[in-house]
């Protein structure tokens, strides 16, 4: 079984000051993990993903992750957030192995940024 | 590359009617689609995984009988919301994955229904 928790429903930061969105994450294999952004009303865009090879992952839009198993953590860091990073953000985890595994989300965390 | 179109964007019906919802690949071949429901404020929630050719798979608690799901191409699912119901007003998301792109889904755009 896999599961996700996002720590934080809501996250509000001004702008050009850094983000940090948390992911823990809980599966029996190998997990795959991933962030997505979701703007209001628009579907999932990848922001990046992790699928074993190295722990730090960069993304688009100057995102990067950082994958620790020891504390089973995928948190999503940016180092200045900007206007349009306001949206939803959803850490997922794919049991991986098979290609058949599914995706499971977290529940999400509205990123609200400020001038 | 690796894009999944969703049509129609948006549908308004009276209740009781049937709507279809098309999820389509359009340059990879999608052995795998995946049909979300998403409520106001929350998270994906996985309806149903249809491979190409076969029966679609339900998550418990979705009705296969209300949720009709075709998955006849390899770049073509349909998902019929049948004898439509307020209550069945959400955003609906298709995901595809291809042999191509191993573990990762692909979403489209979704489709916002709204049942009067």
């Known amino acids: 079984a896999q599961s996700v928790t996002q720590l934080d429903s809501h996250v509000s930061v001004s702008e050009g000051t850094p983000v940090l969105l948390r992911c823990n994450y809980s599966?029996?294999?190998?997990?795959?993990l991933f962030w997505y952004v979701q703007h209001p009303n628009k579907g999932l865009q990848l922001l990046l993903k992790y699928t074993s090879a190295a722990t730090l992952v960069k993304g688009i839009n100057g995102f990067e992750a950082e994958f620790k198993k020891s504390e089973t953590s995928f948190h999503l860091t940016k180092p200045s957030a900007h206007m349009s990073d306001a949206a939803e953000y959803f850490c997922?985890?794919?049991?991986?192995?098979?290609?058949?595994?599914?995706?499971?989300f977290g529940k999400g965390t509205m990123l609200l940024v400020s001038p | 590359g690796a894009v999944v179109s969703q049509h129609p964007s948006w549908v308004i019906c009276k209740s009781g009617t049937s709507v279809k919802i098309e999820c389509r690949s359009l340059d990879f071949q999608a052995t795998t689609m995946f049909w979300y429901r998403q409520f106001p404020k929350q998270s994906l929630m996985l309806m149903a995984t249809s491979n190409e050719g076969s029966k679609a798979t339900y998550e418990q608690g979705v009705e296969k009988d209300k949720f009709l799901i075709n998955h006849a191409s390899l770049t073509l699912s349909t998902l019929t919301v049948t004898s439509a119901h307020p209550e069945d007003s959400s955003f609906y998301i298709c995901?595809?994955?291809?042999?191509?792109?191993?573990?990762?889904?692909?979403f489209g755009p979704g489709t916002r229904l709204t049942v009067l």
């Open positions: 997922v985890v794919s049991d991986g192995g098979s290609g058949y595994s599914t995706l499971t």
């Open positions: 599966s029996s294999y190998s997990p795959s």
């Open positions: 995901s595809a994955r291809g042999l191509v792109t191993y573990n990762e889904q692909f």
